[in-house]
């Protein structure tokens, strides 16, 4: 049974342009989550997704930052516009339901030049 | 405001013996909490929680103890392996739900062979 797949593993953008990072959640599981790391502190909760809907997106930047999960295919932050304070490590997490740990996958280290 | 805290960024201990990792937090409506191992290079994986109707979880070398009249938590490993060290992260949320988790900044474990 495949874990939570997240790809790219790296991505390298210029400031100005598009980051897409995608995310499979686990086999059954239809909740989605994306936390955001950057240097040196803890994981930092974006936005939970079920099936074609934004359940709770109360730590999304306002701006430049969208999320999405359509009832076929993976989970997709976009981060449009990218500046350097978006370089981080971003996880993508699934679960069966509200009440089971969080199953993360190996995360997306973006970086912007 | 860093509402889960782990103050100790590092800890050492010999092979064999306990290592006790230390979470404190401030927010009152934190009601579950989980502790997250997590090596380079990938995705936290959940290892213990906890809900705040209990005092103490254990599960084979790991036990979690709560006070939460002094909104401590410590996460108990014995005996210590090589293969625990790593990063441990110290997670709590509300509405004893999983769907957003507030992580502290993490203790870097090295178990010493």
């Known amino acids: 049974n495949a874990g939570v797949m997240q790809n790219p593993r790296h991505l390298v953008r210029r400031r100005g342009q598009e980051a897409r990072l995608r995310c499979s959640p686990m086999k059954g599981h239809s909740h989605v989550y994306w936390y955001r790391q950057l240097p040196e502190e803890g994981l930092k909760f974006m936005v939970y997704?079920?099936?074609?809907?934004?359940?709770?997106e109360s730590g999304m930047p306002k701006e430049r930052f969208s999320a999405e999960f359509p009832k076929e295919g993976p989970s997709i932050l976009r981060i449009q516009q990218v500046v350097r304070g978006d370089s981080a490590a971003y996880f993508c997490?699934?679960?069966?339901?509200?009440?089971?740990?969080?199953?993360f996958g190996n995360g997306t280290r973006l970086t912007v030049t | 405001d860093q509402q889960v805290k782990q103050n100790s960024p590092s800890l050492s201990v010999q092979e064999g013996r306990i290592s006790i990792l230390n979470c404190d937090y401030t927010n009152s409506m934190f009601d579950y909490f989980l502790w997250y191992k997590k090596y380079p290079a990938e995705g936290p994986t959940f290892l213990i929680s906890?809900?705040?109707?209990?005092d103490k979880n254990e599960d084979g070398r790991f036990t979690v103890f709560l006070n939460k009249s002094a909104k401590h938590l410590s996460l108990h490993i014995v005996p210590s392996q090589p293969g625990d060290s790593a990063v441990y992260f110290c997670a709590a949320s509300s509405n004893f739900g999983n769907e957003k988790l507030t992580f502290g900044t993490g203790t870097r474990l090295t178990i010493i062979p």
């Open positions: 997490a699934s679960s069966p339901g509200q009440d089971s740990p969080l199953h």
């Open positions: 997704l079920q099936k074609e809907n934004i359940i709770d």
């Open positions: 906890i809900s705040s109707i209990k």
